[in-house]
T-cell receptor, first 112, second 107 residues
Framework: EAQVTQNPRYLITVTGKKLTVTCSQN?????MSWYRQDPGLGLRQIYY???????DKGDVPEGYKVSRKEKRNFPLILESPSPNQTSLYFC???????????FGPGTRLTVL | GIQVEQSPPDLILQEGANSTLRCNFSDSVNNLQWFHQNPWGQLINLFYIPSGTKQNGRLSATTVATERYSLLYISSSQTTDSGVYFCAVRRYSTLTFGKGTMLLVSP
C-alpha cells in the first residue's frame, strides 16, 4: 500500500530534550516536506526537500533541522524543543512536477 | 504569497442534507487539492483537481482555474463527513492551505 508513515504518533517531552520524528514514504517520491498545524494558523511548511541531500527552509524553520540521506526518509529533528513547538506535525511527499501531495497520519507533540 | 480563502468557515447540517464549500485563490496555480481532516487529525486526500470536474461517490469537485475558485459538493451528508475540509493550492514549489471549513453533520 502506497503511504507516508510517521513515528511516533504521539509524544510528550520536556523542554530541551532532543527528539526526532521519523518520516518514510514508499512511493519513490522526490519531494518531501514537513508541516505544523496550529489552531488559528492552519498548516505551515517547516522544511522541504526536492531530492536526496537537497533541503530548503519553508515558512517556519526556526528551531528545526532536517536531513535527506535516503530518498524514502526525511526525519525532523528538534535539537532543543520548547513549549511553542507543541503542535500537530505532518510529513508529506509527492512526485515530480506538480503532482498530488500525500500526507502522513500526523504526530502530536507536546513540549512541557 | 498567494491567498486562499474558504467559505463558509463553519457549517452545521442535518444528516442527508447537501452542501457546497468554496475555495477562492488570489493567483494562478499549478494544482489544487481538497482534503478532509477527520476528528482524529488525519488528512485524507479527496480530490486532486487543478481544473475541471471530478466525482467520487457522494463527493464532487469543480475547479475553474481561469476564475480562481474551486467548489466541493457533498451530497446526502453523513455523520462520518464531519471534520474540517481544506483546500490547498500549489504555485511552483509552495503548497498553501486555506483555513478550512469546519463541518458538523448531526444525526
Amino acid at each position: 500500500e502506497a503511504q507516508v508513515t510517521q513515528n511516533p504518533r504521539y509524544l510528550i517531552t520536556v523542554t530541551g530534550k532532543k527528539l526526532t520524528v521519523t518520516c518514510s514514504q514508499n512511493m519513490n517520491h522526490e519531494y518531501m516536506s514537513w508541516y505544523r498545524q496550529d489552531p488559528g494558523l492552519g498548516l505551515r511548511q517547516i522544511y522541504y526537500s526536492m531530492n536526496v541531500e537537497v533541503t530548503d527552509k519553508g515558512d517556519v524553520p526556526e528551531g528545526y533541522k532536517v536531513s535527506r540521506k535516503e530518498k524514502r526518509n526525511f526525519p525532523l529533528i528538534l535539537e532543543s524543543p520548547s513549549p511553542n513547538q507543541t503542535s500537530l506535525y505532518f510529513c508529506a511527499s509527492r512526485g515530480g512536477g506538480y503532482n498530488e501531495q500525500f500526507f502522513g497520519p500526523g504526530t502530536r507533540l507536546t513540549v512541557l | 504569497g498567494i491567498q486562499v480563502e474558504q467559505s463558509p468557515p463553519d457549517l452545521i447540517l442535518q444528516e442527508g442534507a447537501n452542501s457546497t464549500l468554496r475555495c477562492n485563490f488570489s493567483d494562478s496555480v499549478n494544482n489544487l487539492q481538497w482534503f478532509h481532516q477527520n476528528p482524529w487529525g488525519q488528512l485524507i486526500n479527496l480530490f486532486y483537481i487543478p481544473s475541471g470536474t471530478k466525482q467520487n461517490g457522494r463527493l464532487s469537485a469543480t475547479t475553474v482555474a481561469t476564475e480562481r475558485y474551486s467548489l466541493l459538493y457533498i451530497s446526502s451528508s453523513q455523520t462520518t463527513d464531519s471534520g474540517v475540509y481544506f483546500c490547498a493550492v500549489r504555485r511552483y514549489s509552495t503548497l498553501t492551505f486555506g483555513k478550512g471549513t469546519m463541518l458538523l453533520v448531526s444525526p
